[in-house]
């Protein structure tokens, strides 16, 4: 295989690393020892931080974190970074207006996503549109954010956009789901020439090919472009006698037809090991929301919530992650498109 490189993307010099750790067993992706690094009570009137996306911005980071208010609700808060590890956050919740410039605050938002396509930055979380539903939200600045309309009916969650056009259309991912904790649940993919109007939508993967990943599975981090195809973290949920246990998996997504995967990798890339994963508000969560990469060096570093509680970075590289993913992948007749029209 000629060497994997990272497509369409900056150079980001400042990423957050450090070296793969000797005798790590399992994916090539490998946690931070100072992890988490964001722990409880981060701000007053907040008492959980996680599940929460960063981007680089201006040589530094930026991100959109899901607060967890001692009320329980859960909103978004912007936050600061030089390094991408240690975080300031603005006190306020993020306030956006509509397009007309009223105010408007969502009720409640949470699982924030953060990517930017061409010059604009956009948010997508899950909101209450007579239940759980697909927010959107479009800043140049971070400064001010403008409500877009409710791409999709609910009920819906983990919608993740592409980093850039296909083939001339906005292309997003998300997770039909119901109004509860969801005990099913596939990955879709819809398009749009202007971030109003969806359609095409295709199925692009299903749950319940390993059991790991067995009861639903959600998109992740915003997919990165290589020259393999579209890298995709996404999560996997099982059922345990517990409950619901949350890794991550990995698969390439085509480059030109992303609702086709290429490769899917039978092994979970993380699975709940460390204490801030296995305890907490809600036990046994790893959730992918953000993957900061460097197309000089292939560096990824993978952004995740822990247990609900705690937000954590696992390292890896574009080629090592690729190659694991491609060689560990089965496909099934779940990965296959049906019920459409071309
Ligand atoms: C899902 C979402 C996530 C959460 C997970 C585990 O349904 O609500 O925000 O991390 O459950 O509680």
């Known amino acids: 295989m000629s060497e994997i490189k ?92 509509n397009e007309a410039g009223e105010d408007y605050m969502p009720r409640y938002a949470y699982d924030p996503r953060l990517v930017k396509v061409e010059d604009a ?8 549109f007579y239940g759980a539903s697909i ?9 001010t954010f403008i409500r877009l309309e409710n791409p999709f009916i609910p009920f819906n969650r983990n919608a993740v956009l592409f980093p850039r056009k296909i083939n001339g259309n906005y292309v997003m991912l998300s997770r039909p789901s119901d109004g509860g904790h ?3 649940g596939d990955i ?11 359609g095409k939508h295709r199925r692009v993967m299903a749950r319940g090919i390993n059991w790991w990943e067995s009861v639903k599975i959600g998109a992740g981090a915003a997919p990165i472009e290589t020259s393999e195809g579209w890298l995709l973290f996404y999560h996997g949920v099982s ?65 995740y919530g822990c247990a609900d509680s705690y937000v954590s970075i696992a390292f890896t590289t574009v ?8 060689k560990h992948s089965v496909l099934s007749k779940e990965d296959e498109e049906i019920g459409i029209c071309d």
Not at 245 to 267: M, T
């Open 319 to 326: 080629s090592e992650i690729v190659e694991y993913i491609i």
């Open 239 to 303: 059922g345990t006698c517990n409950g619901f246990v949350y890794s991550v998996g990995g698969a390439i997504l085509d480059i030109d037809n992303p609702s086709v995967v290429r490769y899917r990798c039978e092994n979970f890339l993380l699975t709940p090991e460390e204490w801030y994963e296995e305890r907490g508000f809600v036990p046994n969560v790893t959730f992918p929301c953000a993957a900061v990469s460097d197309a000089d060096t292939g560096r990824i570093a993978l952004y």
């Open 182 to 184: 969801t005990p099913f």
């Open 6 to 97: 990272i497509l369409n993307s900056p150079s980001v010099p400042n990423i957050p690393w450090q070296d793969k750790p000797e005798g790590l067993k399992g994916a090539p992706i490998w946690r931070y020892s100072e992890n988490p690094i964001i722990d409880r009570n981060p701000l007053e009137n907040v008492s959980r931080i996680f599940n929460s996306a960063v981007i680089s911005y201006d040589g530094k980071f930026i991100g959109v974190f899901r607060g967890e208010q001692t009320n329980g609700i859960p909103h978004m808060y912007l936050g600061h970074s030089e390094d991408g590890i240690s975080w300031e956050f603005d006190s306020e919740r993020i306030h956006l207006v």
């Open 121 to 128: 930055y956009y948010i997508i979380w899950c909101g209450d």
């Open 135 to 143: 927010g959107m939200a479009r800043t140049t600045d971070f400064k």
């Open 188 to 198: 879709f993919l819809s398009e749009s020439p202007d971030l109003a109007y969806w």
